[in-house]
Nanobody, 122 residues
Framework: QVQLVESGGGLVQAGGSLRLSCAAS????????MGWFLQAPGKERWFVAA???????HYADSVKGRFTISRDNARNTVYLQMNSLKPEDTAVYHC????????????????WGRGTQVTVSS
């Protein structure tokens, strides 16, 4: 059974930082791209960042220069370092695993975690 478990969310002031983690089990981790998505209340799920086991990464324009995705293939864990946080970054952050042809498309990921809440106060 595949499980993705996120952690590291919390409440932070604008300009602050958080580091999210997502631990994966039940899959051959190195075979999958790992993505982070956010979902604000009442809104659709949006792409944030993705990482492939070979080291390639891709970011949404809104987070370039502020967020960094990284993965530890030995620990089956992907991280999202979030710096210079803004109130509009407030959302539930989900990690996902898949083999997407279009990395920003939600439906192209096979497995999802339940998410971790990030709240940025102004």
């Amino acid at each position: 059974q595949v499980q993705l478990v996120e952690s590291g969310g919390g409440l932070v002031q604008a300009g602050g930082s958080l580091r999210l983690s997502c631990a994966a089990s039940g899959l051959t981790y190195s075979d999958y791209a790992m993505g982070w998505f956010l979902q604000a209340p009442g809104k659709e799920r949006w792409f944030v960042a993705a990482s492939w086991s070979g080291g390639s990464t891709h970011y949404a324009d809104s987070v370039k220069g502020r967020f960094t995705i990284s993965r530890d293939n030995a620990r089956n864990t992907v991280y999202l370092q979030m710096n210079s946080l803004k109130p509009e970054d407030t959302a539930v952050y989900h990690c996902a695993a898949g083999s997407p042809d279009h990395v920003e498309v939600v439906t192209e990921y096979d497995y999802w975690g339940r998410g971790t809440q990030v709240t940025v106060s102004s």
